[in-house]
């Protein structure tokens, strides 16, 4: 069965650049959640996108902007990095419909 | 708003034993859903179990079961029959209105041979 696929796996950015991280859902999920886990924290929830619109957000810095496309895939835009943006990204997706909520396997970003 | 507490952050069991990890919560919905994940070293958030509040009746999954006592607003996770897979963090949650999941500070699990 299709999974949440989060790309790219890994990635080393310098403080103040910019990183751009993608998901894609479940097909027929119509729901992205974007969760930051920071070492030995539990994930916090950063913002979710229903049939396209922005449905709920949380703690998300203002450097940071999302949304999601026509094809349902989301990306998560993180601008002027911290080191203290080094966490592991999760993405979720759901249906409204068919119910479910999954997870990816997480995007590791590393700011140095 | 709501709420997740994980009081134990860190617990150890030997290998075939069982172990009970503990999980309280606070919401103002009258109808909701529980959640136990586990993280292992993978860092790959996978589901264990959930429970919705209307149901009285435990959820059951393998070897693992939850005691859900709604009143007290409790919601441990038993695991029977530990084994070494099963070492891992465990990541107790509640889902809002609005979809998201709010997270426990986590367990961190060791079973032991």
């Known amino acids: 069965a299709a999974g949440v696929i989060q790309s790219p796996r890994h990635l080393i950015k310098e403080k103040r650049e910019t990183a751009t991280l993608k998901c894609y859902p479940i097909?027929?999920?119509?729901?992205v959640y974007w969760y930051q886990q920071g070492p030995g924290q539990d994930p916090q929830f950063l913002i979710s996108?229903?049939?396209?619109?922005?449905?709920d957000k949380g703690s998300i810095p203002d450097r940071f902007s999302a949304q999601q496309f026509s094809d349902y895939h989301s990306e998560l835009n993180m601008s002027s990095l911290e080191l203290g943006d080094s966490a592991l990204y999760f993405c979720?997706?759901?249906?409204?419909?068919?119910?479910?909520?999954?997870f990816g396997s997480g995007t590791r970003l590393t700011v140095v | 708003a709501q709420t997740v507490t994980q009081s134990q952050p860190e617990m150890s069991v030997q290998e075939a034993e069982t172990v009970t990890l503990s999980c309280t919560y606070d919401?103002?919905?009258?109808?909701?859903?529980l959640f136990w994940y586990k993280q292992p070293p993978s860092r790959q958030m996978i589901l264990v179990i959930r429970?919705?509040?209307?149901?009285?009746q435990n959820a059951t999954e393998n070897r693992f079961s939850v005691n859900f006592q709604k009143a007290a607003k409790s919601f441990s996770l038993k695991i029977s029959d530990s084994q070494l897979g099963d070492t891992a963090m465990y990541f107790c949650?509640?889902?809002?209105?609005?979809?998201?999941?709010?997270f426990g500070q986590g367990t961190t699990l060791q079973v032991k041979p």
């Open positions: 979720a997706s759901s249906s409204q419909a068919l119910g479910g909520y999954t």
């Open positions: 097909p027929r999920h119509d729901t």
């Open positions: 996108f229903y049939e396209k619109m922005q449905s």
């Open positions: 919401t103002s919905e009258s109808n909701y859903y």
């Open positions: 429970q919705e509040a209307y149901k009285q």
């Open positions: 949650a509640s889902l809002s209105n609005t979809g998201k999941l709010i």
